[in-house]
């Protein structure tokens, strides 16, 4: 959910809807795949954005239109005041099978670098040698002090967390794209960002048929002659 702060928060809510249409337009051609916008928060769900369930896997979606800091880098200090270090704590520790994607315009150093170099760690010992240079290994230091764990349970940690940095334009496009194919991509686009707006606001769960029957309903056919 987007913090409070005018402009910033109408942003944040158009950004977290675009992606959820996104995930929308991957469900179209996936089976056994449910969406929860909004999800409601229970003792194996903290994080609320959105979270998926396909065959069986679980996957929470951690949705900030952009970090607070003039360089638009989610550095720890942002993490940790915003309440992401303390959330993505909770979730993980609430459900470890559980993986968790951190979404954003801006990137994080610590995420897509140092937790990605130690996916290959198996034990302490590993982490030298994996995560290579002094700036990683400072930031993996501070990460242990900002969330309070000892290097074995930060690489459990940092093995289920992951980030998706995707500009706006760039979520818009990929929805087209996977539709050029088959016509009518921009009207789908807007149907599913519009249809993903009501669904948040109506915490109303998304599976197949539901997008079937938005298509049906909007007039939307697809060109299947591949002629």
């Not at 928060?9 to 809807?17: M, P």
């Not at 930060?154 to 996977?178: V, Y």
Request: charged letters at 20%.
């Amino acid at each position: 959910m987007p913090y409070p702060g005018g402009s910033s928060t109408h942003s944040g809510i158009a950004y977290q809807n675009w992606f959820l249409a996104l995930q929308v337009a991957y469900s179209f051609f996936e089976a056994n795949m449910i969406i929860y916008p909004e999800a409601f928060t229970t003792d194996i769900s903290i994080i609320d954005d959105i979270k998926v369930i396909h065959n069986g896997q679980t996957t929470f979606f951690n949705v900030k239109y952009r970090s607070p800091a003039n360089n638009l880098h989610w550095n720890q200090g942002d993490l940790k005041s915003q309440l992401l270090f303390k959330n993505l704590r909770l979730q993980h520790e609430a459900d470890k099978k559980a993986n968790i994607i951190l979404v954003s315009e801006s990137n994080c150093y610590l995420i897509t670098e140092v937790f990605i170099r130690v996916r290959n760690a198996m034990t302490p010992a590993d982490l030298p040698l994996v995560l290579e240079s002094i700036k990683a290994i400072e930031e993996w230091e501070k990460a242990k002090r900002n969330l309070g764990y000892n290097d074995f349970q930060l690489l459990t940690f940092a093995k289920k967390i992951s980030m998706r940095s995707l500009p706006l334009f760039e979520i818009q496009k990929l929805i087209e794209h996977r539709f050029n194919p088959l016509g009518n991509s921009k009207a789908i686009s807007k149907l599913f960002f519009t249809k993903s707006v009501e669904c948040s606001s109506n915490k109303t769960r998304i599976e197949k048929k539901n997008i079937n029957k938005w298509l049906l309903e909007d007039g939307i056919h697809f060109n299947l002659d591949n002629e």
